[in-house]
């Protein structure tokens, strides 16, 4: 009997191949009752016989369902001759796998729990089992898509560890072979819908609707303003009544000047003719600024530019020099600039500048957050400038040694050419020097003479 089972589960899987079938889909339940037939291992000393069980199914997934179910074989205990009802209960997982259109192949796998009841009899006591153990099941589906399906399955349970009852002290291991055929009610299985557009197939006239269109009752895509173009492909879906549309659902512009037929009181306007709402021709705009020729008042602005409202270059950061010239085009309000709109640096044709603020750690080089904010100023004015050659000279006051007060000022005059640099100025615009306290300018015997020595000065080379 347990060849012949096993053969004709490997028949069923040898039938596995992919087919288009009606699915079991998430949500359904399914509810069945069956003949149980099983097979037992020699170890139970328990004949094979016969009974009836029932299943509960809820698919979790498209053709994969958590079922459990419960059965009754009512056999005999051959060491005894006494009456023994075994109850396997088992909780699995099982693929239903199409295979055609009326049939499903059926794996699954999961944990049983298995109980033996021996019946008190020929003057012996009654006795009782349990046991677990993993088991599996092939099968057949027939009917898939139907409310009633039949089906023909095989199972085999393996137990890790026989129950002392019958196997004494040892520990061993067997296996029990299950048969099963009977109906089951499918519950809350939705008819076939290919196109998942909710309206089932048999009552479907558009069958081939793309996924998450939305339609009517008969399956088609809706057309809400009726325009024969439908929602999902109307670019333009609140068309008025009447109103010639193209293959996009929008209304037609047939000059193609941008204003549609039905608003158009100008229909014939020459090709590339700019218009206005009424789709009639607008003022001429002789430099192509944006602005009218009746409204600008800089009438010859050069192809590019970015103007005002009056056609006019703009001057975003309002120096008096306009964008298109400007090179340094984020000057602070207030700050006078040069013909280039860069923050001017020596005035009054004065070669040097004291760069007032920019200060540093305490015998260090490291430059302050407040200088770095200074010298941004300075390195936006000789970015926008590259023609202009500086030096950068550092000086200290007489505290100290020459030789340290040397090296310290080298040190910061070569940190501020390095900002310079590392904020857009060309590395060739700018030197740099230390003069240690060889240049004083005031008196290094009072605080706030050596406070003044102590500087930065930035001097024009050419």
């Not at 349990?130 to 199972?155: D, H, M």
């Not at 709109?341 to 500048?353: E, K, Q």
Request: one cysteine or more; aromatic letters at 4%.
């Amino acid at each position: 009997m347990k060849r012949l089972l096993g053969g004709a589960l490997a028949a069923a899987v040898a039938l596995a191949a992919p087919a288009s079938v009606s699915a079991q889909r998430a949500g359904a339940i399914e509810i069945g009752a069956f003949g149980s037939g099983s097979w037992f291992d020699d170890l139970y000393q328990t004949k094979d016989r016969w009974g009836v069980g029932g299943r509960l199914g809820i698919f979790v997934l498209q053709n994969l369902a958590i079922e459990g179910d419960v059965s009754g074989i009512w056999t005999t205990f051959q060491a005894t001759d006494q009456d023994l009802t075994y109850m396997p209960i088992s909780a699995r997982l099982v693929y239903n796998a199409p295979l055609s259109d009326v049939t499903s192949l059926l794996l699954g796998a999961g944990y049983t729990r298995t109980s033996f009841d021996i019946k008190e009899g020929f003057g012996l006591e009654a006795a009782d089992a349990s046991e677990s153990g993993f088991g599996g099941l092939v099968g057949l589906r027939l009917a898939p898509g139907s409310l009633v399906n039949i089906r023909l399955e095989g199972t085999v349970d393996y137990i890790s560890s026989v129950d002392e009852l019958f196997v004494g002290s040892a520990d061993e291991s067997a296996l029990i072979y299950g048969a099963r055929a009977g109906l089951s009610l499918m519950l809350n299985n939705k008819p076939k819908d290919t196109d998942k557009d909710g309206v089932p197939d048999k009552v479907d006239t558009c069958p081939g609707t793309p996924m998450g269109v939305t339609v009517d009752e008969a399956g088609c895509p809706i057309d809400s303003d009726k325009d024969g173009v439908a929602d999902y492909m109307d670019r333009c879906p609140n068309t008025a009544a009447g109103v010639r549309v193209n293959a996009e659902g929008c209304p037609l512009d047939s000059d193609g000047d941008g204003v549609t037929d039905d608003k158009d009181r100008c229909p014939n306007t020459a090709r590339g003719e700019k218009v206005d709402a009424n789709g009639c021709p607008l003022p001429k705009d002789a430099d192509g600024d944006g602005v009218t020729d009746d409204k600008d008042r800089c009438p010859g602005t050069p192809a590019g530019v970015r103007v005002n409202a009056e056609g006019c270059p703009m001057d975003s950061d309002g120096d008096g020099v306009s964008d298109d010239k400007d090179r340094c085009p984020n000057t602070a309000a207030g700050t006078q600039v040069d013909a280039v709109g860069c923050p001017i640096l020596f005035r009054d044709n004065r070669p040097t500048l004291i760069l007032e603020g920019v200060t540093f750690a305490t015998g260090k080089a490291d430059l302050t957050d407040a200088s770095k904010a200074i010298l941004l100023t300075v390195a936006q004015s000789l970015a926008g400038n590259p023609d202009v050659r500086v030096e950068v000279g550092g000086h200290t006051d007489n505290t100290g040694s020459r030789a340290t007060n040397a090296r310290l000022s080298q040190a910061r005059a070569e940190s501020v050419m390095n900002f310079l640099v590392a904020n857009g100025v060309n590395a060739g615009q700018v030197t740099a020097k230390g003069y240690g306290p060889d240049q004083p300018v005031a008196s290094n015997r009072t605080a706030a003479g050596r406070q003044q020595n102590r500087r930065v000065e930035l001097k024009r080379l050419n």
